[in-house]
């Protein structure tokens, strides 16, 4: 398989998939400034456009799986809700800084599992660890002490996304391929 290959999502026509919040840009922006604030020096911050929150990272997918995540996407049932990020906090491992709400609400719990269902019934394998909804603000960054956020950010969040990401040497590029509204 050739590396460019690999970088769209493994080669044999995949793409790499996942589904996700995406920030309006003006709410990306304000991330963003956030990012600045926390991480000072040294890091990967995030560009405003790549700010987002993943809810179910699927991997490669290829076109039949993707359409079928996307008969499914389209049934799925969560309402409206608005995202309060409140607290930062680090991956240290992961060198990744990031803010998060510090309560999920019910509607984005349902949202996840909904969608993670949705992958299952479509042959794909996700990650089995328990969700814990973050937006990278950084990476490679030295790790931020958790807590609140002085200012906490509101996020009307109307609907979600299924997006594709492409690996380059700068860092992914994602693409917004489609996105639903949130109805209960
Ligand atoms: P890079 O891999 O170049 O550092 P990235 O991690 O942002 O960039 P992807 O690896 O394509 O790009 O990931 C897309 C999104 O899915 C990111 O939000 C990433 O954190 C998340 N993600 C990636 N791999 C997994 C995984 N195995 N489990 C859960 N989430 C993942
Ligand atoms: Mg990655």
Redesign the pocket.
């Known amino acids: 398989m050739s590396s460019a290959a690999e970088a769209e999502g493994g080669g044999g026509g995949r793409e ?1 998939l ?1 589904f ?1 919040l995406w920030p309006a840009p003006a709410l990306q922006e304000a991330l963003a400034r956030l990012g600045r604030r926390l991480v000072r020096k040294g890091g990967r911050r995030l560009p405003p456009e ?1 700010i ?1 929150l ?1 809810l ?2 699927l ?1 490669p997918v290829d076109a039949a799986r993707r359409a079928c995540l996307e008969r499914l996407a389209g049934e799925v049932l969560a309402p409206p809700f608005e995202l309060l990020l409140d607290r930062a906090g680090a991956f240290p491992r992961a060198r ?1 800084v990031w803010v998060g709400p510090g309560v999920t609400p019910q509607p984005l719990a349902r949202l996840e599992a909904a969608l993670r269902e949705a992958a299952a019934r479509c042959g794909l394998e ?2 089995t ?1 328990p969700f814990v909804p973050h937006v ?1 603000l950084a ?1 490679r960054a030295a790790p931020v002490p958790a807590g609140p956020l002085p200012e906490p950010v509101r996020w009307p969040v109307a609907d979600f996304a299924l ?1 594709r ?1 492409r ?2 040497p700068g ?2 590029g ?1 693409e917004v391929l489609r996105r639903w509204p949130l109805r209960a």
């Open positions: 790499r996942f996700a790549a987002h993943t179910v990272f991997g990744v996700t990650d660890r990278t990476r997006v990401s690996l380059r860092g992914a994602y």
